[in-house]
């Protein structure tokens, strides 16, 4: 594997735990998390790591094909860390995960998670 492959699994990964937090806080944590100082955390998070993979894909045209395929391969790593992270982020008394919590395999493709006008709310509202 080249080390420009390598670049991009390391920030797809990056992007994929990012947007696995969000789709988590906004789908299992909606009622508890702080709305403002979080999500608003995660939507910028996602904006920088967005910039970051197109600037790679953009430099290097051949990543574009791989892509797809390097999300089905570093979704189960990006999965692993989120949960981790997520553990020490969330409140104590709602910290018990269920794997289901989580989709087995990445519930977006490589168009959808590089959208920029598509992140993971599941219909919560930042305008009111």
């Known amino acids: 594997m080249s080390s420009i492959t390598d670049k991009l699994e390391s920030q797809l990964t990056?992007?994929?735990?990012?947007?696995?937090?969000?789709?988590?806080?906004?789908?299992?944590?909606?009622?508890?998390?702080?709305?403002d100082s979080v999500v608003i955390g995660w939507l910028k998070a996602?904006?920088?790591?967005?910039?970051?993979?197109?600037?790679?894909?953009?430099?290097?045209?051949n990543l574009q094909?791989?892509?797809?395929?390097?999300?089905?391969?570093?979704?189960?790593?990006?999965?692993?860390?989120?949960?981790?992270a997520m553990k020490d982020f969330i409140p104590v008394k709602h910290r018990k995960m269920a794997k289901n919590d989580f989709p087995e395999t990445c519930p977006w493709d490589f168009k959808q998670i590089m959208d920029t006008n598509w992140y993971p709310l599941n219909g919560v509202s930042l305008d009111d």
């Open 14 to 35: 990056d992007l994929l735990v990012i947007l696995i937090k969000c789709e988590y806080q906004t789908t299992v944590l909606k009622e508890v998390m702080p709305r």
């Open 46 to 61: 996602i904006d920088g790591s967005r910039e970051t993979v197109n600037k790679l894909v953009k430099n290097n045209s």
């Open 65 to 84: 094909r791989r892509a797809q395929g390097v999300i089905i391969d570093v979704y189960p790593i990006a999965k692993k860390r989120a949960m981790k």
